[in-house]
């Protein structure tokens, strides 16, 4: 998945403009986010829809081979008929991973910048403008946070709200313990003052991200030990915040507080993201993912005792080493017995410097693609019957952008669909009462059944 910054405004005067392009996860589009934000209040300009742009920042993702390759393509496409190019900075956590060896593959790359350090980058940008190859992985003990610009909120009704940055967990085949560093939470003030500032520019929904966003811990203004159900319950007494989300989240931090919150906050949309990876209980062990398929589906089991229409998303990877068809084959049971409204599945991608990456019984290209088909097959049958089952619901969507046809938005369902309503006199940013009417894989059709709510 790529990103670009949302579509802004490039600011009239003269000034050097810039464009950022995320790949990868939400935290990166937000990370990616800041750093427009960041540039902006130093002075460059957005650089507008199909124009050459001074400074150009890729903001990169390691999590798999392709993804991480996909980078060096992008530098070399940045070079102009002209034969010039642009200022290049490469973010993220390819950066982090690759530092020099990237300047040494592209050498046309002037700041190399890695997911912890970003705040530095105008300082960096000027350092290259002076000839100088400018590098910094620091991952500083001064959280960036503190010294990026005061948030606003954007031209979107939704924004995302990193709560909690980097993993402790090591599952053998990821790189973000190495790339993001250790587990952090951002204190509960720092995230209570950039919700408000969110919601007085317009925001009505916060996803709140991190690596294990349910792994989140602070202090409230009591002080008062509380885990991210606190933060959600303090969030959700804000006035204009209508929804509130998160992802992603580790099984084994879901604590009885964050099922409970499921039942009791009205404004906590019934959607859970739960990747579990595999169904086996020898391929848990060999990914150390620390949680068996038993005590998965009990957390399963748990929320949807408190909320009963909860949507649950999952991520799977086939082919780790040592994978049998036997194992893939509970990979499927795991999924028939979950029941997923939607997920994401990957084959498994050997990542330097990961233990899993010289275990035995590495598996064919050829016998993962065979069971990433499969796997798809199965959760494609189980995402179009979940949204089957929405049609005749009567729902409230918040409406984010404009639909091909005239008169047409598309808002998002509060279990995360997206859906399709024509009626005039809607903007973006309402929230709408509807009836859904129909269902495709992707997405669904909905008719109003009255004008604005709240
Ligand atoms: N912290 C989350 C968790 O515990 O599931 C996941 C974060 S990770 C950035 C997103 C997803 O990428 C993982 O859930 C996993 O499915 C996938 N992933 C990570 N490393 C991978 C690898 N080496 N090969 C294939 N997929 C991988
Ligand atoms: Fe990667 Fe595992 Fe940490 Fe998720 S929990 S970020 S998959 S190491």
Not at 5 to 22: D, E, L, M, Q
Not at 172 to 188: K, L, Q
Not at 238 to 253: K, V
Not at 372 to 385: D, G, S
Request: glycine content about 10%; proline content about 5%.
């Amino acid at each position: 998945m790529t990103f670009d910054s949302p579509a802004r405004k490039p600011a009239p005067g003269p000034g050097k403009t810039f464009r950022v392009k995320s790949f990868g996860c939400q935290m990166n589009v937000y990370d990616g986010e800041r750093m427009a934000e960041m540039l902006e209040a130093g002075g460059y300009a957005a650089a507008a829809e199909g124009v050459d742009a001074d400074l150009v920042v890729l903001n990169t993702c390691h999590i798999r081979e392709k993804a991480a390759e996909k980078v060096y393509s992008d530098i070399g496409r940045l070079k102009r008929e002209d034969g010039s190019r642009p200022t290049i900075a490469v973010a993220g956590c390819v950066a982090q991973a690759e530092g020099a060896e990237i300047a040494r593959r592209a050498p046309s790359v002037d700041v190399v910048v890695g997911p912890q350090a970003y705040h530095r980058l105008p300082d960096l940008i000027a350092r290259a403008e002076r000839g100088e190859r400018a590098i910094d992985l620091d991952m500083p003990l001064d959280s960036k946070f503190g010294a990026l610009p005061k948030r606003a909120g954007g031209q979107r009704p939704t924004a995302f709200l990193t709560v909690q940055e980097g993993c402790d967990k090591f599952c053998t085949y990821c790189v973000v313990p190495y790339t993001r560093g250790a587990e952090t939470s951002r204190p509960f003030a720092d995230l209570i003052a950039e919700a408000r500032a969110l919601v007085a520019g317009g925001v009505r929904e916060i996803t709140l991200l991190g690596q294990n966003v349910n792994a989140w811990d602070g202090e409230d203004e009591r002080g008062r030990a509380i885990g991210l159900d606190g933060l959600i319950r303090e969030l959700a007494k804000e006035d204009g915040l209508e929804r509130i989300r998160y992802t992603t989240s580790h099984p084994n931090d879901m604590t009885d507080g964050l099922i409970a919150a499921h039942g009791e906050v009205d404004k906590l949309m019934p959607f859970l993201h739960l990747p579990v990876q595999a169904g086996s209980d020898r391929i848990l062990a060999a990914m150390n993912r620390s949680h068996s398929v038993e005590s998965y589906l009990r957390v399963i089991e748990r929320v949807r005792a408190v909320r009963p229409d909860i949507a649950i998303s999952g991520d799977f990877i086939v082919g780790f080493p040592g994978e049998s068809e036997a194992d893939f084959e509970e990979t499927l049971a795991i999924v028939r017995a979950t029941q997923y409204a939607m997920a994401y599945s990957f084959k498994y991608s050997r990542r330097p410097g990961t233990p899993a990456a010289t275990m035995d019984g590495q598996v064919e290209e050829a016998v993962m693609n065979d069971r990433l088909q499969r796997l798809q097959a199965l959760l494609n049958e189980q995402q179009q019957a979940f949204n089957e089952r929405t049609v005749g619901r009567a729902t409230r969507l918040l409406l984010e952008r404009r639909g091909k046809h005239d008169g047409q938005l598309i808002g998002k369902s509060p279990w995360l669909q997206s859906v399709h309503v024509t009626a005039p006199g809607l903007m973006i940013g309402d929230m709408v009462e509807v009836r859904i009417t129909s269902a495709g894989p992707n997405s669904l059709g909905a008719e109003p059944l009255m004008e604005e709510v709240a």
